[in-house]
């Protein structure tokens, strides 16, 4: 993921490159990014109506047929009692079943660790994280969302960003795993 071959992600022990396919999961849209060893290859947000997890599953299938992931990642979805948490995981469910459905392994990380991993690399919120992954990838440094106050909405990009950010600590804590 970042630009020369010395860092680790999505090599594979005989050298190869894996895709990988990164989800993140909201309750009426998922922002993906997709990996081919160190290359992000695309990115972007795909929008269904609330409820929608069959337009949402018809995306991933795209998806899936056009990039053909080795794996996809994904966080884990909130737990809150709201109803758009309760729909995101209704769809979080609906692509499991459609990725085991087509043998496509799915890894999903707890939203703390993501959160953990990037604090020991001194991002304190969503901004500072942004800014180290539009370090890593050019064409995404125009694409930083701004800061924003607490009564505005977030804008589509920052899921995108948080779906990368997954992709990287997902990577880190597998390469900090191996090595102990």
């Known amino acids: 993921m970042a630009s ?9 022990t005989d050298g190869s490159t894996e895709r990988w396919l990164v989800l993140e999961i909201r309750s009426w849209k998922f922002a993906f ?9 695309d990115w972007g947000v795909c929008r ?14 795209f ?14 979805v909130r737990r809150a009692k709201h109803v758009s948490s309760k ?9 499991r079943d459609e990725l085991e459905r087509r043998s496509v392994p799915l890894a999903v990380i707890a939203r ?3 959160r953990e991993f990037f ?8 901004m500072e994280v942004a800014a180290l ?6 064409p995404l440094k125009p694409r930083v969302p701004r800061s924003r106050k607490p009564w505005d909405p977030e804008r589509n990009i920052v899921a995108v960003f948080d779906a990368i950010a997954t992709a990287i600590a997902f990577d880190g804590i597998q390469e900090a795993t191996a090595g102990t």
Request: positive net charge.
């Open 48 to 61: 269904f109506p609330a409820g929608g997890t069959p337009a949402a599953i018809r995306r991933l299938t």
């Open 4 to 12: 020369g071959s010395t860092h680790r992600i999505i090599t594979t």
């Open 33 to 41: 990014a997709v990996f081919d060893g160190t290359n992000l290859l």
């Open 63 to 76: 998806f899936l047929k056009a990039y053909t992931p080795s794996q996809v990642i994904t966080r884990c």
């Open 133 to 138: 992954i539009a370090d890593r990838f050019r």
């Open 112 to 114: 703390r660790d993501i």
């Open 119 to 126: 604090a020991r690399r001194g991002c304190r919120n969503k």
């Open 87 to 95: 729909r995101a995981v209704r769809l979080l469910r609906g692509i």
